[in-house]
């Protein structure tokens, strides 16, 4: 079975722009989870989706937003891009009603 | 509030001796806790879980954790690691309202 896939695997942009970044889940699994990571934060938690609801948001801003589509992928998307968004961006899925994530290997994005 | 605390950033330990990475929790009831490891470049793979029963959980890769309530602690441990255990290791309890709270995470260094 294949696991979680995440593209783009790398991403430049500039401030201000904006970008979105996608997430596969494994094949059955439908929650969502995304997660931004950097060395200061460590893991933070963004948002959760299931059944193309969100059902759990962290503490960003509204600049970050997300969706989850019918067939269980997922896009997250940032706007107004700061050079403090620059990070590893984490995708997990699991399935309905476990609470085990399974990773996909992430979105590095720079913001220059 | 929920937290998870990791107290040590670096450990470093020679290849073929014994590991234990520390994990302390804060948690209102019985909780789901987890380790996870993330080579470079990569997302996290789960290494094992606690939900209940048995405290001492054995996960892949030779590794296991035992849950100790009394000190609130989940610390994971391997009898002797090798090069290949070089990566960052996260503890993670959870879940509340859906989330899963990461530790800030150990790094782990061999020595040949």
């Known amino acids: 079975k294949a696991g979680v896939t995440q593209t783009p695997r790398y991403l430049i942009k500039t401030r201000g722009q904006q970008v979105t970044l996608s997430c596969s889940p494994i094949s059955g699994h439908r929650s969502v989870s995304w997660y931004q990571q950097t060395p200061g934060q460590g893991l933070q938690f963004l948002f959760e989706?299931?059944?193309?609801?969100?059902?759990n948001k962290g503490n960003f801003p509204g600049r970050f937003s997300g969706r989850q589509f019918s067939n269980s992928r997922s896009e997250m998307n940032v706007s107004t891009l700061e050079l403090g968004d620059s990070a590893l961006y984490l995708c997990?899925?699991?399935?309905?009603?476990?609470?085990?994530?399974?990773f996909g290997p992430g979105t590095r994005l720079t913001v220059t | 509030a929920q937290s998870v605390t990791q107290p040590d950033i670096h450990i470093t330990v020679s290849e073929g001796a014994s590991l234990e990475l520390r994990c302390n929790y804060s948690?209102?009831?019985?909780?789901?806790l987890f380790w996870y490891v993330q080579s470079p470049g990569q997302g996290l793979q789960l290494l094992l879980k606690y939900f209940s029963g048995d405290t001492l959980v054995q996960g892949i890769k030779g590794f296991e954790a035992e849950f100790k309530r009394s000190q609130s602690s989940f610390n994971l441990r391997k009898p002797s690691v090798h090069w290949s255990d070089a990566a960052e290791y996260f503890c993670a309890v959870g879940p509340r309202d859906d989330k899963i709270i990461f530790g800030k995470g150990t790094r782990l260094h061999i020595l040949p």
């Open positions: 989706y299931f059944s193309e609801t969100q059902r």
């Open positions: 997990a899925s699991s399935l309905a009603g476990t609470v085990e994530q399974y």
């Open positions: 948690y209102g009831a019985t909780p789901y």
